[in-house]
């Protein structure tokens, strides 16, 4: 089956990126370092500020909210944009219903560009999601996705540009490369959207990896996963969070407390088996479970473990380091949902996230070195600031912190570069977990190297 083409077009709106960072590789929101560096490694990069963001189809059971975030201490009045809607940065969150979208591309707009523009897409229907909008880009990875019938995930490809995108879709199963056909060269075209079943264009079975890479053109890509679609009642589907590069280091942030299972998949996107070990994070400390510890990752392919009794009923992280550079995703079941755990980045001075409303938020921090004294800031949908918690991450640990009802967004303050967050959303209809992004997107800068002549 052939990728469905969407019809929207932009209309009316600014959908332009600042020109470092088309300059600098097509990197996305959440830029990190070119493949196979760890974080830990000196890579050269510069900050950049967005003037958009984009985001999933919410959908007729959906919800578009942006904001600019208070993450710097001198954030430019803005007004943002989406679609037909409009408001100043400073009245807090902007919420567009799904229906309203209609003919329009999820994008938001920040005039000026501002590095504190995030937003987030959620739904109630089947079960609740929630997935942060990206800077449109040129490659990212995704990670413990299905492409069989009662496990089958869906691709969408939005290009808000001006002139058309081609993207290559590369697909890694359990045992290998999966060949694939109507995925080598997706065309999208300027102002559209495209969708891609995966269980028709590259069936597998077991757990799969997707790279994602634009050979023209920028493109913002997500990705839903639905489990459960031939038994009773109604399947679980989430949203897949993405991996720009892989890494030796990946941390895993978010995993639900009192989940009824974690099961972590690995994918090698290398040429050679990949070694690592696994360590959870939790409230008292790091833990490195005796079985399943260690990670055997055959080349260009994926392997699932399941972590629920090393990760146990507490909230936690999960650290997969490894030999070469990987990919890593935790799909948490709870109740008859489901939700994904995806790569955190370490927080930097401040990060932050749009949260949905009516949804119970708990801030879940992590740090892999020492203690750190951190400040939780809590904001009302009105940009009012609400009670502001001070928090101590314990040694190599996880804790979490419980956001009043209240909050619409929430900004978390002198985090560092040891410790990493997300924001886990319960409410009736399930479970879902948010990143928290730091201020600004970085982007790799050129090397400059003297030349003796």
């Known amino acids: 089956m052939s990728p469905r083409r969407g019809t929207r077009s932009v209309r009316g709106l600014l959908v332009a990126l600042v020109g470092v960072l088309g300059v600098a590789a097509g990197t996305w929101l959440t830029a990190d370092a070119p493949p196979g560096l760890s974080e830990r490694d000196d890579v050269a990069s510069a900050a950049v500020a967005p003037a958009s963001v984009v985001c999933p189809a919410p959908g007729e059971a959906g919800r578009l909210s942006a904001a600019a975030l208070a993450l710097t201490t001198d954030a430019p009045t803005a007004t943002l944009r989406v679609a037909q809607s409009s408001a100043s940065a400073a009245d807090g969150v902007l919420q567009v219903p799904g229906e309203e979208l209609a003919e329009d591309l999820s994008v938001v707009t920040a005039d000026p560009v501002t590095p504190d523009l995030a937003a987030t897409v959620d739904r109630t229907r089947p079960r609740l999601s929630a997935t942060a909008c990206v800077v449109a880009g040129g490659r990212v990875w995704f990670t413990g996705v299905g492409a069989e019938i009662d496990h089958a995930a869906t691709l969408e490809l939005v290009n808000p540009e001006s002139g058309p995108a081609v993207v290559r879709v590369r697909v890694l199963g359990p045992e290998g490369p999966v060949e694939t056909v109507d995925l080598r060269e997706v065309s999208v075209p300027a102002g559209e959207r495209v969708t891609v079943d995966l269980a028709d264009a590259a069936p597998a079975i077991g757990e799969v990896a997707l790279e994602v890479r634009t050979t023209r053109g920028r493109v913002a ?233």
């Open 221 to 453: 890509a997500f990705v839903t996963d639905r489990v459960g679609t031939l038994g009773a009642g109604r399947p679980a589907t989430e949203s897949v969070p993405s991996q720009t590069t892989p890494r030796r280091q990946v941390v895993l942030g978010g995993l639900p407390a009192r989940a009824d299972g974690h099961v972590l998949v690995v994918a090698n996107p290398g040429e050679f088996e990949a070694l690592g070990t696994l360590a959870v994070l939790g409230p008292d400390g790091t833990f490195v479970p005796e079985a399943d510890a260690e990670l055997r990752v055959p080349p260009g392919g994926t392997v699932a473990v399941d972590v629920s009794e090393a990760v146990g009923t507490a909230a936690a992280a999960i650290r997969v380091t490894a030999d070469s550079a990987v990919t890593a995703v935790v799909r948490s079941q709870v109740g008859a949902d489901m939700t994904y755990a995806g790569p955190v980045r370490p927080l930097g001075a401040a990060s932050g996230a749009v949260l949905p409303a009516g949804v119970r938020s708990v801030v879940q921090l992590s740090s892999d070195g020492d203690a750190r004294e951190l400040t939780v800031q809590p904001y009302a949908a009105d940009g009012r600031v609400l009670e502001a918690q001070q928090v101590t991450v314990p040694v190599a640990g996880t804790v979490a912190v419980t956001l009043p009802e209240r909050a619409r967004s929430v900004v978390v303050r002198d985090g560092g570069s040891g410790v990493r967050g997300a924001v886990v959303l319960r409410s009736d209809a399930g479970v879902a977990v948010l990143p928290l992004r730091p201020g600004a997107a970085r982007a790799p800068a050129p090397v400059v190297v003297p030349v003796v002549r």
